[in-house]
T-cell receptor
């Protein structure tokens, strides 16, 4: 079974500061993928960044980077130079990479609020 | 708009009624997923299709729930005899088959969801 834990129900950050959203995971799979999604108040889940368990380098996508520590089973999202539009719910998710494994398992999310 | 679309966006129904939701995936995607998201929680997997074949169903998908994808394009999710506990956001996602941005790992693109309220 796979499990995602996000321990920060809410985060408040000043605009332009960097913010780290925590994510730890548990799985018995040898190969897996880790995802971060953003969900604004409109409800749509927006894909942000992906990290494969076999990737040696941390993933980066613009202002988003993923701090992947495999031994600690953590996959924290770092947002640099935060903007007011970053205010939203953020979900960490994972899925196995074996043949046929398709479902994403999500954490409970972190509500990020950027203050001007 | 070439994204995933869902209809209706909102549905209010009385307990015991049947409801049906529709999802239109991104046109070239052959995989389609349904998730349910209750207030304050992350989405939970319900079922997924590859083309018209339903390949996996969650235990959350009780006998009152049925999903179809008859021609491998759009999908419907029906809930019979709705209960107040069915109130949630129902999210649909699609992904390409082989290939995709991550070497075949196929990130899922989500629609805006259908919010169901059962009175």
């Amino acid at each position: 079974a796979q499990k995602i834990t996000q321990t920060q129900p809410g985060m408040f950050v000043q605009e332009k500061e960097a913010v780290t959203l925590d994510c730890t995971y548990d799985t018995s799979d040898q190969s897996y993928g880790l995802f971060w999604y953003k969900q604004p108040s409109s409800g749509e889940m927006i894909f942000l960044i992906y990290q494969g368990s076999y990737d040696e380098q941390n993933a980066t996508e613009g202002r988003y980077s993923l701090n992947f520590q495999k031994a600690r089973k953590s996959a924290n999202l770092v947002i640099s130079a935060s903007q007011l539009g970053d205010s939203a719910m953020y979900f960490c998710a994972m899925r196995g990479l074996i043949q046929g494994a398709q479902k994403l398992v999500f954490g409970q999310g972190t509500r990020l609020t950027i203050n001007p | 708009d070439t994204g995933v679309s869902q209809n209706p966006r909102h549905k209010i129904t009385k307990r015991g009624q049947n409801v049906t939701f529709r999802c239109d995936p991104i046109s070239e995607h052959n995989r389609l997923y349904w998730y349910r998201q209750t207030l304050g929680q992350g989405p939970e997997f319900l079922t997924y299709f590859q083309n018209e074949a339903q390949l996996e169903k969650s235990r959350l998908l009780s006998d009152r729930f049925s999903a179809e994808r008859p021609k491998g394009s759009f999908s419907t999710l029906e809930i019979q005899r709705t209960e107040q506990g069915d109130s949630a956001m129902y999210l649909c996602a699609s992904s390409p088959g082989r290939g995709g941005s991550y070497g075949g790992l196929n990130e899922q693109f989500f629609g805006p969801g259908t919010r169901l309220t059962v009175l």
